[in-house]
């Protein structure tokens, strides 16, 4: 039976299709491509929730139930999601961070979710036990895989599989409105923010996903974002898990990426815009193709027209590379097709009108406000702006998540109280056009103010990103001289490093002093490669770039 819990639709999967692949991790390093060698590491979907079942039985006789927040540190592969839907069955609470946020934040997170269970690999419980993470609420632990240095005062995954191998799982009727996790931003503004999810959250996301990009039972997701990739089996969809860092999608092997999705005949597939250029370039140079995929989806930043083109030529001519637009307080919000992208808006990012992201989801409800960086208690209808005016983004619907977990002030920044529910300020700026659809114009922190107007980060960028030498650029406001003057950040494009700078420069003035929005930017420095994001590679860290500038201008 599908209640409001995700972890439902599973044993219904299992039910309907019980030998359908439900996670394979890919298999790589043999010539032959058997169906034995391909699916040597590979759940069905009746083994999936077998092995959940019998870990949520276990882990509620180690002490961990409905509403213990636990933290869940293990590698993409089989224990990952047989953990992952074991929690979700349980009801307990998923408190689930990237390694890649760095340790200093790492620790700051997970004190401040209050975690009372730690799950995790060898390398996570001895970083835990050395940094002493969540010290003073952590009194359940679960080692995954090696014990090696920990002795045997860790209780381990096979240790809980035993104690309940023989019990019955018994479902209960989730509340909808409970907690189902704390899912963690991923602070390319500043410090990680734990967002509090809701079954209904969830419940909204699946049913969203599926309608936007009519995903059919039976196909095939490549799954090169973990927690995008959980709602795969949900979905009725076979996970691929490929052999890659997680951690580092823009420095992904192509060759294996493409192998993947062409062994396993996968039908859709995740890819951050790092990891679709670097993929893309690789592929049209050795000209290959992904036949067999349906659809492309991409977020985490914009993605550039010229990797969007490039990829394309990957695929049959019928499918689109979509690129949905949200956070991870609310996705998806709007989505947009490479068709329309590249037949239609990229000639308008180029002119500085920002990046179209698509029309709203179904079910959501999208406003643009006039800005402002105060808290907005309540909602009035003066707040709204016309269309073409850049304004910050706010949503309301289903899918958006209503607080952030022990940050009171952050929510209270960025919740909108309304009579029957509440907006979600994105953080975003952008503007709605005649049509309805969205056009992103940058963070709302990242804006430049100086003393005669106020610049918005994507608009600038798209003309100077014209410049076939260029890869990406980006805006920062630095102080010089008492004052904030506009800089553009160029990365070049690693086939361009050896160019004649100074020509480069008077190149890029020239594009610029055609547009009001850019003629005023007098400074130009070249960076040998921008700060990124850990989760997705491909949101440019502004601020620590606007802190490099300031040391380029003294």
């Not at 709203?360 to 402002?372: A, E, F, G, M, Y």
């Not at 020239?510 to 040998?528: G, R």
């Amino acid at each position: 039976m599908i209640t409001a819990n995700i972890a439902s639709h599973l044993p219904v999967m299992a039910q309907q299709q019980p030998d359908t692949h439900a996670v394979v991790v890919q298999s790589t390093g043999t010539r032959e491509k058997s169906e034995s060698t391909l699916y040597k590491n590979s759940y069905t979907y009746k083994e999936l929730d077998e092995v959940s079942n019998v870990i949520a039985n276990g882990l509620k006789i180690h002490g961990i139930s409905k509403g213990t927040r636990t933290v869940l540190m293990v590698k993409p592969g089989l224990d990952f999601f047989a953990l992952v839907f074991a929690l979700f069955k349980l009801e307990a609470v998923l408190v689930a961070v990237d390694p890649g946020m760095g340790i200093k934040n790492l620790g700051k997170c997970l004190t401040e979710a209050e975690p009372e269970a730690f799950i995790g690999i060898r390398s996570a419980h001895l970083a835990r036990l050395t940094l002493g993470w969540a010290k003073k609420t952590i009194s359940k632990t679960v080692l995954v895989g090696n014990n090696l240095l920990l002795g045997s005062f860790i209780t381990s995954l096979e240790q809980i599989k035993a104690s309940a191998k023989d019990k019955h799982f018994q479902d209960t009727k989730t509340v909808a409105a409970n907690m189902a996790a704390i899912l963690f931003t991923s602070g390319s503004t500043g410090i990680p923010k734990g967002v509090v999810y809701t079954h209904a959250n969830f419940t909204a996301q699946h049913e969203a996903l599926k309608k936007l990009y009519d995903i059919q039972l039976g196909e095939i997701d490549l799954a090169t974002f973990p927690l995008f990739a959980l709602f795969a089996p949900a979905l009725g969809m076979t996970s691929v898990i490929p052999k890659m860092d997680f951690t580092r999608p823009g420095h992904v092997n192509p060759k294996t990426i493409i192998t993947a999705v062409n062994d396993y005949k996968c039908t859709t597939m995740f890819g951050s815009p790092a990891l679709l250029n670097r993929v893309g370039k690789w592929g049209e140079a050795n000209a290959s193709k992904l036949r067999t995929l349906k659809r492309v989806l991409s977020a985490g930043a914009p993605v550039a027209p010229s990797v969007l083109k490039r990829f394309k030529s990957l695929l049959n001519d019928d499918v689109q590379i979509f690129t949905p637009y949200g956070a991870t307080e609310s996705l998806p919000v709007s989505s947009v097709g490479s068709d329309v992208i590249l037949n239609e808006t990229a000639i308008a990012t180029v002119e500085g009108k920002g990046v179209c992201v698509g029309s709203p989801v179904p079910n959501l409800d999208i406003r643009i406000i006039k800005i402002t960086d105060e808290a907005i208690s309540t909602w009035k209808d003066d707040l709204e702006l016309p269309a073409y005016k850049i304004g910050e983004i706010c949503v309301r619907g289903p899918q958006v998540t209503q607080s952030y977990f022990n940050r009171d002030n952050a929510t209270r920044l960025a919740k909108i109280q309304t009579d029957n529910g509440f907006y979600h300020r994105m953080g975003d700026v952008g503007y709605s056009d005649d049509n309805g659809r969205i056009w992103f114009c940058g963070r709302k922190s990242q804006r430049v103010i100086t003393e005669n107007e106020t610049l918005f980060t994507i608009c600038c960028e798209g003309i100077f990103n014209k410049h076939a030498s260029v890869f990406r650029t980006a805006l920062v406001g630095a102080r010089h001289e008492d004052k904030i003057i506009p800089v553009i950040c160029v990365e070049l494009e690693p086939e361009n490093k050896i160019v004649d700078k100074n020509k480069l420069t008077e190149e890029l003035f020239e594009l610029a002093s055609h547009h009001s929005l850019t003629k005023n930017i007098k400074h130009i420095l070249f960076h040998s490669g921008f700060p990124v994001d850990i989760r997705h590679n491909a949101k440019i860290g502004r601020e620590k770039l606007a802190i490099w500038a300031e040391g380029k201008l003294v």
